[in-house]
């Protein structure tokens, strides 16, 4: 079946550290992958997406690779901040019939403590 | 602009009754799901409307899990008789159709739901 699975459970880095965040998927037939941030008390809030036929995204201080040959997707996180402690949840979205229906398919998380 | 809100934010109830979970999506979104995470786990999809139409339901784990979005507002999902195994947190998450396969889900901050 689909799913979306997270190599570590949790990760620790100092302040100013970078931070990288790993996922694998199994569906390739993906078309967008997400990554969530949710801070305690809070639902997932959007930090970045990428399309399946992308390999490489850029934001503010993020970027997603994606690697399709062996279906992987990471999260760095640049000069990571005691504001970036949260759990991250990779997430992958599939059009139905390449409309806009769908569903995400999340990732088990990863809590991410960023030492002052 | 408001978020998408959830009501209540906490529900301890005993097995056997019932409860009445509500969202009310950011103004003008079509597109509304439930999705909720049962303790250890992933957040995993329940069900989809557009407006006030169930265009995926394929989640719900059984007929005691009722969801309506009478008018396309508001949503209610409704557990009954509740179970132990519904414990979790429940999130709401509603988009807007901006042509793309991927319209960015904006989540809750979710019902948190204790059956004993």
């Known amino acids: 079946g689909e799913s979306v699975g997270l190599h570590l459970p949790t990760l620790s880095v100092q302040e100013g550290d970078n931070s990288i965040i790993n996922c694998a998927y199994s569906?390739?037939?993906?078309?967008?992958f997400i990554w969530y941030k949710q801070e305690s008390g809070k639902g997932p809030q959007f930090i970045i997406d990428?399309?399946?036929?992308?390999d490489k995204r850029q934001g503010q201080r993020v970027t997603v690779l994606l690697n399709k040959t062996v279906k992987h997707l990471s999260l760095q996180i640049a000069a990571t901040q005691p504001g970036d402690s949260a759990v991250y949840f990779c997430a992958s979205f599939r059009g139905a019939g390449g409309t806009s229906y769908g569903k995400l398919t999340f990732g088990q998380g990863t809590i991410l403590t960023v030492h002052p | 602009e408001a978020g998408v809100t959830q009501f209540p934010s906490h529900s301890v109830i005993e097995k056997g009754q019932t409860v009445t979970l509500r969202c009310d999506p950011i103004s003008g979104h079509d597109n509304l799901y439930w999705y909720r995470r049962v303790m250890g786990k992933e957040i995993k999809f329940l069900l989809h409307?557009?407006?006030?139409?169930?265009?995926?339901e394929s989640g719900m784990p059984n007929n005691r899990f009722l969801a309506e979005r009478t008018g396309g507002t508001y949503s209610t999902l409704k557990v009954q008789p509740a179970e132990l195994e519904d414990s979790g947190v429940y999130f709401c998450?509603?988009?807007?159709?901006?042509?793309?396969?991927?319209?960015?889900?904006?989540f809750g901050p979710g019902t948190r739901l204790t059956v004993l």
């Open positions: 569906n390739s037939a993906s078309d967008y």
């Open positions: 990428i399309r399946s036929n992308m």
């Open positions: 998450a509603s988009s807007q159709d901006r042509g793309r396969i991927y319209n960015e889900q904006f």
């Open positions: 409307f557009v407006k006030e139409s169930k265009q995926d």
